[in-house]
T-cell receptor
Framework: AQSVTQLGSHVSVSEGALVLLRCNYS??????LFWYVQYPNQGLQLLLK??????LVKGINGFEAEFKKSETSFHLTKPSAHMSDAAEYFC?????????????FGEGTQLTVNP | DAGITQSPRHKVTETGTPVTLRCHQT?????MYWYRQDPGHGLRLIHY???????DKGEVSDGYSVSRSKTEDFLLTLESATSSQTSVYFC?????????????FGSGTRLTVV
């Protein structure tokens, strides 16, 4: 079964600093990977997705992620953090079942941005 | 997202009472999902539907049932609520194969069982 592990339940950065949120996956087949963001008291929004077309994926709000098969990783980065980036971030992997496909989420990483 | 709504947004109920949460979509998407979100656990799949009257269990389905009698509505029922079911519940919809479309999430229902 596919799974993802997010390293670090809390990450704190200064405004303008690099953001790096880590995600490692486990999959017996080529995975489809996603990053979602959740702002307080809201649902989750899709940031970006990897579907094997390109290993470097660009998403919304200046975020990007690189798929590295040799490291089984899909880390999320942003060159310069903004106060509005403070949120919880979830990595997810899709799995294909006979009755359809579904996402399995990591435990989430809370990002704090300090002024 | 305007195409998916959950009701109620907040609910407090007593242990042992039945509770039904509703997810309504206007996107005509085939797939619908119910997840619960708890600190330290991320989102865990409860049940999902791949068509009208077609449902399947997720990883935390005990104590929950679902029904989908029409495309736009997916109901989650707690037959006899327990304190361990205090959580935030999210509904999600998908057009089809996830790697093309991903999910669209509702705004969530915060359920407290006292």
């Amino acid at each position: 079964a596919q799974s993802v592990t997010q390293l670090g339940s809390h990450v704190s950065v200064s405004e303008g600093a690099l953001v790096l949120l880590r995600c490692n996956y486990s999959s017996s087949v080529p995975p489809y990977l996603f990053w979602y963001v959740q702002y307080p008291n809201q649902g989750l929004q899709l940031l970006l997705k990897y579907t094997s077309a390109a290993t470097l994926v660009k998403g919304i709000n200046g975020f990007e992620a690189e798929f590295k098969k040799s490291e089984t990783s899909f880390h999320l980065t942003k060159p310069s953090a903004h106060m509005s980036d403070a949120a919880e971030y979830f990595c997810a992997v899709s799995s294909q079942e006979t009755s359809g496909s579904r996402l399995t989420f990591g435990e989430g990483t809370q990002l704090t941005v300090n002024p | 997202d305007a195409g998916i709504t959950q009701s109620p947004r907040h609910k407090v109920t007593e242990t042992g009472t039945p509770v039904t949460l509703r997810c309504h979509q206007t996107e005509n998407h085939r797939y619908m999902y119910w997840y619960r979100q708890d600190p330290g656990h991320g989102l865990r799949l409860i049940h999902y539907s791949y068509g009208v009257k077609d449902t399947d269990k997720g990883e935390v389905s005990d104590g929950y049932s679902v029904s989908r009698s029409k495309t736009e509505d997916f109901l989650l029922t707690l037959e006899s609520a327990t304190s361990s079911q205090t959580s935030v519940y999210f509904c999600a919809i998908s057009q089809g194969i996830l790697y093309n479309y991903g999910y669209t999430f509702g705004s969530g229902t915060r359920l407290t069982v006292v």
